[in-house]
């Protein structure tokens, strides 16, 4: 997920400054929830079809990056499974590690990038051979930002 921190005024983040990159399941009242609010999810459909290049720039121009902090919230289970195993949900048909890497280089780029998380990974999950691909794919995303 990408989010603009340009807030509501009362602390709170817009809603209709989140988006969702790569989301693979959704439940019927998550799906209500983001239509309610306008939240954008580029799915791994689109991805495929117009390139992560192209789905970064789009959501850059409209959440007006370039204008406005930005704060990147990823877990690490958007990455397809066979990259990250020590992880707990895991769903087929995820993202690359240079579709990830691409997200975050292109949005540092806007000089906005002023926080970010990355959550979901569980070295108790698998073994130690998960851990370390776990992790392999991870460090790329980490130098990016550092």
């Known amino acids: 997920a990408v989010v603009s921190t340009q807030s ?34 580029y799915t791994k459909s689109e991805i495929n079809e117009w390139g992560i290049q192209a789905v970064v720039q789009d959501l850059i121009q409209r959440l007006n990056l370039e204008e406005h902090p930005v704060h990147i919230s990823f877990d690490i289970d958007g990455i397809d499974p066979t ?11 995820g993202l ?26 569980n070295p108790l999950i698998g073994s130690e051979v998960d851990v370390e691909t776990t992790l392999s794919s991870i460090v790329p995303v980490l130098k990016t930002i550092l």
């Open 83 to 93: 990259l990250t195993p020590s992880t707990g949900t895991k769903v087929p048909n």
């Open 8 to 41: 509501t005024g009362e602390g709170k983040v817009n809603l209709s400054n989140l988006v969702y990159v790569g989301v693979r399941e959704i439940d019927a009242g998550e799906e209500a929830l983001l239509e309610k609010f306008s939240v954008r999810n």
């Open 96 to 121: 690359s590690v240079e579709d990830v890497v691409t997200i975050f280089k292109e949005v540092r780029k806007t000089g906005n990038l002023v926080s970010c998380d990355i959550v979901e990974f």
